[in-house]
């Protein structure tokens, strides 16, 4: 048993590349190249792979590149100007607390 497959799968997200390679060995042997963000999968591949295969050396390689469509944040300037004036409202109020505007970023609106 010898093989070798590729694919490639574009989406808005990004592109998803396998390959797949297996020679012929006594027992099945997997495995895995896997790109950072995949590499939970790597159990369920796995287990996918000895529901299909009973012997072989096979190695799966997935890559996955980025779409770089993730847009800049928006920034909004009167919750801004709220946030900044609550920081100084609280430091008129209680001259010893330091409430730093991150802890007040993380407020719910």
Not at 54 to 65: D, I, L, N, P
Not at 99 to 105: D, E, K, Q, R
């Amino acid at each position: 048993m010898t093989a070798f497959a590729r694919t490639e799968q574009a989406a808005p997200f990004g592109t998803l590349q396998v390959e797949i390679r297996s020679v012929n060995q006594r027992y099945l042997e997997p495995h895995f190249r896997l790109h950072e963000s995949l590499r939970d999968l790597e159990p369920v591949l796995r287990e996918a792979l000895r529901t299909r295969l009973a012997r072989g050396k096979v190695e799966c390689s997935v890559r996955f590149e980025s779409a770089d469509t993730a847009q800049a944040p928006a920034v909004n300037v009167q919750r801004l100007k709220e946030i900044a004036d609550a920081l100084a409202a609280i430091q008129q109020q209680v001259p010893s607390a330091v409430p730093t505007t991150l802890a007040l970023l993380n407020q719910p609106a």
